[in-house]
């Protein structure tokens, strides 16, 4: 049978397999001292009093995890962990008095299989389940932490992993010979036309690629920036597109210095594209805008035509959504109403993000 059938608190990971290797043995050894050798001998005694035994100190101990799981979310962080222990051992030794009483006196009461109640008894079985509870105390607060620092660890690894592919689908579309043979091709295309649109042209194209250099190896970045580097990017494609490519922005002062992986609009705005068609009687009309913490990139949709081959910017999507579940603990949201596709980027305040460039 599954202790989930029960509802247990878990705290360690392996609370069952502790409750049962730590109250059996507890019960048997406290049975045998309160009644000696017809423990072994009375087949009914022996039974009788194992479970019911066994029912009060299983239960308490349940109850001592369930306090225990209450003070963590109450005095999380390790910072916190001797004010967290200190009220832990305090109610449980307390609590251990209690019940190791009305137990006794309880047996005594009802004459359980003849027992009668001494002091001396109770003193002796108080101080053997004192000792106990404070080293089960410790015993699952170290299992705990070492099973948090382990959960931290294979996040961060997890986290280390969604870095490296962004970083490798970054280094793509620095070297992606479509994207510089388009820019070029519009570059050239501009300079017998139009000189000093050929010359913004190139400082744009130049900003874009400065970015994409300086900023693949960075974890997080200034929204400011991000919307910086859009709008040079949004400017070449709409060099390019022409009335067929629209884009507007906006984002509250307050909302610029958040923080997201660099690169995140270039990926999402490469997907888009790849994922419509659009024309100058049909154009893409995107509207990038910020508020409440999050980023929200609404387009109207065109659906293309597409083969049976995987698209590219469904991995990017999915790398994104597995960095940002890593980072914060919220994933990329597509919602889609009618012809408008709208994508919901959690923002990332300073102190908030479980990564630096430190770690």
């Not at 959960?151 to 992993?161: C, D, G």
């Not at 210095?257 to 659009?278: G, V």
């Not at 597509?334 to 709208?342: D, L, P, Q, S």
Request: include cysteine.
């Amino acid at each position: 049978m599954s202790w989930r059938l029960f509802h247990m608190p878990r705290y360690t990971g392996r609370d069952g397999t502790v409750l049962l290797s730590s109250m059996l043995p507890l019960t048997v050894m406290l049975n045998l001292f309160l009644y000696g050798k017809r423990y072994w001998t009375e087949p009914a005694l022996c039974a009788g009093t194992t479970l019911s035994t066994f029912a009060v100190l299983g239960g308490a101990y349940l109850l001592f995890t369930q306090i225990g799981v209450l003070l963590v979310e109450r005095f999380p962080g390790p910072g916190q962990m001797y004010r967290r222990m200190s009220l832990a051992l305090s109610l449980f030794l307390l609590t251990d008095f209690v019940v190791l009483s009305l137990m006794l006196r309880g047996y005594d009461y009802v004459n359980y299989f003849g027992y009668h109640f001494q002091e001396g008894d109770f003193v002796l079985v108080y101080c053997f389940c004192a000792i106990l509870t404070v080293f089960l105390t410790f015993l699952n607060e170290g299992m705990a932490r070492f099973g948090r620092y382990k959960a931290t660890l294979a996040e961060t690894e997890q986290l280390r992993h969604a870095y490296l592919q962004s970083q490798l689908l970054g280094l793509k579309s620095q070297v992606n010979p479509h994207f510089l043979f388009n820019s070029l091709n519009t570059l050239s295309s501009l300079i017998p036309e139009d000189a000093e649109a050929a010359e913004a042209f190139l400082d744009e194209l130049c900003k874009v690629y400065r970015y994409l250099l300086r900023n693949n190896d960075d974890y997080l970045v200034p929204l400011l920036r991000e919307l910086s580097f859009l709008r040079s990017y949004a400017y070449l494609l709409q060099e390019r597109y022409g009335p067929a490519f629209r884009l507007e922005t906006e984002a509250a002062e307050n909302e610029q210095e958040l923080l997201l992986p660099p690169m995140t609009l270039q990926f999402i705005f490469e997907d888009i594209l790849e994922q419509n068609s659009f024309s100058r009687d049909e154009p893409l009309r995107i509207h990038v805008s910020a508020a409440n913490g999050r980023l929200l990139v609404r387009h109207n949709k065109q659906d293309r035509f597409q083969s049976e081959r995987a698209l590219a910017g469904e991995a990017v999507l999915e790398n994104l959504r597995s960095k940002f579940q890593l980072l914060v603990g919220q994933e990329l949201h597509i919602a889609e109403e009618g012809r408008v596709r709208t994508i919901t980027v959690p923002l990332i305040h300073e102190e908030n993000h479980a990564w630096t460039s430190k770690a």
